[in-house]
């Protein structure tokens, strides 16, 4: 019997607590290549042994500890976000043109502020190459990775494993052109089996070296979709470039000063959908303010670890997204103790 990963088990629990039946799950997890042994003892243990709830998972009965830990942290959290609403720039986005390397570590990097940058992908072949009649050409019939069959299922990014399927890139390029859907979309989940093709696509990025280091290796990944994907909100555990090569994107920023105010509902991912907001089922989220920016083509968005984000193609859209910065970018040690239940 094999031990089952972290990404594994994290939704094998999802999918229990969503009440999923138990011999679904098994035949998911048979047909991504685990063990029924291990499939059925993981699922036994998970569900013997639940997450505990948002509401309660930090409470104690006479309101010390570690509640009491939080409520000093939600404080400090909005006394930072009202100091930080001083600034002119707290309800945007700034835009900078080939912005210099001490002020980009100094204003944004190191301040955990995002940016939009110009400038520095004008000279990328992949900009002036990266069409779809382009990559079915030259890679139409290599086998890739996709997330499909989204559509029908509310919990699709955090279900992401289960979406996995396989076929030629000319086929996936027919199934989204012309399209506006949210079924099919090849994103960073994709990027181990597909890595082949990666190292072939990333020989037309420069990646720029005011900011990153030249090894990319394990820390680039590519996005192809059309007009109507969404990746819903969710935060990252490191710094992200996403660099548009074609087309554009619309992405919603929430600052992680405003955690006490976001339902976290599992690992790195929140319940609430910002096309729509619930704010009878999620009424805190009335008090965040949610900053918007539109990434065009040749445009890098630097989102800073932590910043809760929710991202819509606004057309047929390629971006690369990195993590290769010349700074200190590793920032999950301690965080899988946090879920470590699940």
């Not at 070296?209 to 394990?218: F, L, S, V």
């Not at 700074?327 to 946090?338: D, V």
Request: charged share 25%; glycine share 4%; hydrophobic share 35%.
């Amino acid at each position: 019997m094999t031990k089952m990963n972290f990404q594994w088990q994290s939704w094998v629990a999802e999918n229990l607590r969503l009440g999923v039946p138990e011999d679904q799950i098994e035949k998911i997890l048979i047909s991504n290549s685990i063990d029924s042994s291990t499939a059925r003892s993981t699922i036994s243990r998970l569900r013997n042994s639940p997450p505990p709830s948002n509401s309660t998972a930090t409470s104690t009965p006479n309101g010390t500890g570690d509640d009491l830990k939080y409520q000093k942290l939600a404080w400090m959290f909005a006394t930072l976000q009202k100091c930080a609403a001083v600034s002119k720039t707290s309800t945007i986005v700034e835009r900078r043109d080939k912005l210099s390397r001490d002020e980009f570590f100094e204003e944004y990097y190191a301040r955990n502020r995002p940016v939009v940058i110009t400038g520095q992908m004008e000279k990328w072949p992949a900009v002036k190459r990266w069409t779809l009649d382009f990559l079915k050409e030259k890679y139409g019939k290599v086998s890739v990775e996709i997330q499909g069959k989204r559509t029908n299922d509310p919990n699709y990014e955090m279900n992401s494993i289960a979406h996995k399927e396989m076929l030629p890139l000319g086929a996936f390029i027919d199934t989204i052109r012309d399209k506006t859907s949210n079924e099919n979309y090849m994103t960073a989940n994709n990027s181990s089996k597909n890595a082949d093709l990666l190292r072939q696509l990333m020989k037309d990025v420069s990646f720029p070296r005011e900011y990153c280091q030249p090894d990319w290796a394990g820390r680039a990944f590519f996005w192809l979709g059309p007009a109507g994907t969404v990746t819903p909100l969710h935060h990252d555990l490191t710094n992200n470039f996403m660099a548009q090569v074609l087309g554009s994107k619309l992405v919603k920023l929430i600052s992680p000063l405003q955690l006490p105010l976001i339902y976290n509902h599992n690992n790195c991912f929140c319940q609430v959908d910002l096309d729509k907001p619930d704010f009878d089922k999620f009424p805190l989220f009335k008090g965040v303010n949610v900053l918007e920016v539109e990434l065009h083509a040749q445009e890098m968005l630097f989102l800073p670890v932590g910043w809760w984000h929710y991202v819509r193609g606004l057309s047929t859209s390629i971006t690369v997204s990195f993590t290769n910065f010349d700074a200190p970018n590793s920032y999950f040690e301690g965080y899988e103790r946090l879920v470590s239940n699940l």
